[in-house]
Antibody, heavy 120, light 108 residues
Framework: EVQLVETGGGLIQPGGSLRLSCAASGFSVSSSYMSWVRQAPGKGLEWVSVIYSGGVTYYADSVKGRFTISRDNSKNTLFLQMNSLRAEDTAVYYC??????????????WGQGTLVSVSS | EIVLTQSPGTLSLSPGERATLSCRASQSVSSKYLAWYQQKPGQAPRLLIYGAFSRATGIPDRFSGSGSGTDFTLTISRLEPEDFVVYYCQQFGSSPWTFGHGTRVEIK
């Protein structure tokens, strides 16, 4: 079955660090474009970061310099290392597989999400 | 950054009615890079439309997308009970990729 499963969320104090994982099955993370998208409680969706199959990465300005996207090809897993966490980083974090082809680009597969709460 | 403005914020309709949701971009977006998602409570978003017009796999044909440039529309031809949820547009034409704030379709 093709799916994504996120883990690693939890309650963390401001200034702390957390690493989210997204285990993929049914396809290869290393040959895919993969994104993280977050959703603050009761709010809309915000794109956070992307890693292309070649390893190039991009970040939203709101997390640049604090978050790092990476992957472990041997474990077929995507990661998001989050440092210097702030209250405004509180959200459900989704990993998503990106499709790029036929001239289009979109998130075609989503995980169920993992909740990160930043609070003292 | 391209700002996507979705309107209305909330749409109140009855089952069987037609829903028209708007997504307006602050700059022109290639239709190839405009997508629509549906999100049910407590669930992850689900891809509905990509490339502004193309339905994703398994999406009923009552959902359709149209538009170009700065104005895009998602149309639900006949609302079913399960369609009364939230819809988001997203653009991939310019970094950072951005979402609209969503339109909630509620039962009138």
């Amino acid at each position: 079955e093709v799916q994504l499963v996120e883990t690693g969320g939890g309650l963390i104090q401001p200034g702390g660090s957390l690493r989210l994982s997204c285990a993929a099955s049914g396809f290869s993370v290393s040959s895919s474009y993969m994104s993280w998208v977050r959703q603050a409680p009761g709010k809309g969706l915000e794109w956070v970061s992307v890693i292309y199959s070649g390893g190039v990465t991009y970040y939203a300005d709101s997390v640049k310099g604090r978050f790092t996207i990476s992957r472990d090809n041997s474990k077929n897993t995507l990661f998001l290392q989050m440092n210097s966490l702030r209250a405004e980083d509180t959200a459900v974090y989704y990993c998503a597989r990106d499709f790029y082809g036929s001239g289009s680009y979109y998130h075609d597969l989503w995980g169920q999400g993992t909740l990160v709460s930043v609070s003292s | 950054e391209i700002v996507l403005t979705q309107s209305p914020g909330t749409l109140s309709l009855s089952p069987g009615e037609r829903a028209t949701l708007s997504c307006r971009a602050s700059q022109s977006v290639s239709s190839k890079y405009l997508a629509w998602y549906q999100q049910k409570p407590g669930q992850a978003p689900r891809l509905l439309i990509y490339g502004a017009f193309s339905r994703a796999t398994g999406i009923p044909d009552r959902f359709s997308g149209s538009g170009s440039g700065t104005d895009f529309t998602l149309t639900i031809s006949r609302l079913e009970p399960e369609d009364f949820v939230v819809y988001y547009c997203q653009q991939f034409g310019s970094s950072p990729w951005t979402f609209g704030h969503g339109t909630r379709v509620e039962i009138k």
